[in-house]
Nanobody, 125 residues
Framework: QVQLVESGGGLVQAGGSLRLSCAAS????????MGWFRQAPGKEREFVAA????????YYADSVKGRFTISRDIAKSTLYLQMNNLKAEDTAVYSC??????????????????WGQGTQVTVSS
C-alpha cells in the first residue's frame, strides 16, 4: 500500500495562488495514477484533477481547467497541484488519492484508492 500526506493548504485572497503537495511513501509511487479531489462544507466530494503514472494523460474538472495544473515528481515521490487565480468557490478540503489499477488511464476508482488526510484551502473574496 501507499501512504499519502498532503500539505500546502491555507488562507489566500481571491485571485491568489497556492501549491499543494502530496508526499507518498510505501509502495512504488511511479506505478500509481494520482488524483486530487475536494470537498466543500455541505457538499459531496468532487474530482479536481488526475495524472497517470508517466504524466500522460492528465484530466481536469471543467471548473478548474486553465487555472490548476497537476504534476508529479517521481524522484521525490510527490504529487503537486498548482492553483492559480483562486476563487471563493475553490474553498474546500483537498485530498490526494492513489490508484494502482488506473496507473495508465488516470481514471481513478475512488472506492479502491488510497487517500491522504486532506488539507484545507480557504479563499477569501
Amino acid at each position: 500500500q501507499v501512504q499519502l500526506v498532503e500539505s500546502g493548504g491555507g488562507l489566500v485572497q481571491a485571485g491568489g495562488s497556492l501549491r499543494l503537495s502530496c508526499a507518498a511513501s510505501g509502495r512504488t509511487f511511479s506505478m500509481y495514477a494520482m488524483g486530487w479531489f475536494r470537498q466543500a462544507p455541505g457538499k459531496e466530494r468532487e474530482f479536481v484533477a488526475a495524472i497517470s503514472w508517466n504524466s500522460d494523460p492528465t484530466y481536469y474538472a471543467d471548473s478548474v481547467k486553465g487555472r490548476f495544473t497537476i504534476s508529479r515528481d517521481i524522484a521525490k515521490s510527490t504529487l503537486y497541484l498548482q492553483m492559480n487565480n483562486l476563487k471563493a468557490e475553490d474553498t474546500a478540503v483537498y485530498s490526494c488519492a492513489a490508484d494502482r489499477e488506473a496507473f495508465r488511464t488516470a481514471v481513478l476508482d475512488t472506492t479502491n484508492a488510497y487517500w491522504g488526510q486532506g488539507t484545507q484551502v480557504t479563499v477569501s473574496s
